[in-house]
Structure formats: structure tokens, C-alpha cells
């Protein structure tokens, strides 16, 4: 005996007038702007001029 595994990766689905019908949707995100909390830059960060 085999042992078989059964895969749907090739499987398609068509409508009524033969065209394949797609598989995948698209879903768009678009993330809400936001207001930066900290505007001030950290003194111990910047960089002096040389």
C-alpha cells in the first residue's frame, strides 16, 4: 500500500461560460495618518559640526 497525500493546489473552479473564476482577492489596507507625539529632537542625539 501507498500512502497517498491529497493536495488541492491545482484545483480551479469555472463559471457557466468556461472562464476560470480567480482564486485570490484583493484587499487594499491603508493605515489612518497620525500625529508624531515627540517634535523636538533628543540634545544627546544630534550631532555637533566638527
Known amino acids: 500500500k501507498k500512502n497517498i497525500q491529497y493536495s488541492s493546489k491545482k484545483k480551479a473552479w ?3 461560460h468556461g472562464n476560470m473564476l480567480p482564486t485570490y ?3 487594499h489596507h491603508t493605515p489612518e495618518r ?3 507625539v515627540n ?3 533628543n540634545a544627546t542625539l ?4 566638527n
Open 14 to 16: 469555472f463559471d457557466e
Open 25 to 27: 482577492h484583493i484587499e
Open 34 to 36: 497620525k500625529q508624531p
Open 39 to 41: 517634535t523636538q529632537p
Open 46 to 49: 544630534t550631532r555637533t559640526p
